[in-house]
C-alpha cells in the first residue's frame, strides 16, 4: 500500500504528487462540499476550506477503520480550494455565464487563494489530525474581452476552484504569484513535505 491516500478528485493535486515523486493512491471522499459549505457560510474562507478538507480526510480515513493500526506511516491527505477576491468565496463557477462575470471583475486585480490541508497519520489514529491553511496572492492580467470570452469558451475555468487553472490555459491569464506556487494548482508541496518528515 502506497504510503499516502489522496482523498481528493482532482488530477491536478495527483500530478503534483506524482511530479514531486511522492507515492500515493487516491479515493476520492465523496463529501458533499456544497452542503459542507452552506453550514459554514459565515464562516472566513480559510476556515472553509479546512474544514472542507478535515471532512474530506475524515470520510476516507473512516473507510478504514480498523486498519490503522496495521499501517504504520500511513496517511489520509484531503485538500480544498477556493479563491478570495474582494471579501468574496469563489469555487468553481457554475456556468459559463457566472465564470464570465467573474472574470471581468477579477482582470487587473489580486485574489488570494486558500488551500486547507489535513493529514490523518496511520500510526496514532486517535492523534489530532495536522491541519494548515494555506495562502497565495495572485494578480490577474489585464484582459481584453476577447481574451476572457476565449478563456471561458475553452471549458477549463468551469474545472476549478476561483475559474481558473494556473497549470493550463490559466497561467496565461495570471500576471504575478506571491506566495506558494503549488498552492494555487491544489496542495502546498512544501507544507505536505514537512508534514511527510515528520
Known amino acids: 500500500m502506497e504510503p499516502l491516500l489522496l482523498a481528493s478528485a482532482s488530477p491536478a493535486r495527483r500530478r503534483l504528487l506524482e511530479q514531486a ?83 471581468r471583475r477579477m482582470a487587473g486585480r489580486w485574489g488570494e487563494l486558500h488551500t486547507g490541508h489535513c493529514l490523518l497519520r496511520g500510526e496514532n489514529p486517535l492523534a489530532a489530525p495536522l491541519l494548515a491553511t494555506v495562502t497565495t496572492r495572485v494578480l490577474f492580467a489585464a484582459l481584453t474581452e476577447v481574451e476572457i470570452e476565449a478563456y471561458v469558451a475553452s471549458g477549463e475555468p468551469l474545472l476549478c476552484a476561483g475559474g481558473f487553472a494556473l497549470e493550463g490555459r490559466g497561467g496565461l491569464m495570471v500576471e504575478r504569484i506571491e506566495g506558494c506556487f503549488s498552492n494555487v494548482i491544489g496542495l502546498s508541496l512544501p507544507l505536505v513535505r514537512r508534514w511527510l518528515l515528520e
Open 21 to 103: 515523486a511522492i507515492p500515493h493512491r487516491v479515493q476520492v471522499s465523496g463529501v458533499d462540499e456544497e452542503a459542507i459549505a452552506a453550514t459554514a457560510a459565515c464562516c472566513d474562507p480559510r476556515q472553509l476550506v479546512q474544514r472542507l478538507a478535515q471532512a474530506k480526510a475524515a470520510a476516507v480515513g473512516d473507510r478504514l477503520a480498523g486498519e490503522w493500526g496495521q499501517m504504520p506511516g500511513f496517511g489520509v491527505l484531503g485538500c480544498d480550494s477556493v479563491l478570495e477576491f474582494e471579501g468574496e468565496v469563489f469555487g468553481k463557477p457554475g456556468d459559463a455565464a457566472q465564470a464570465s462575470r467573474r472574470w
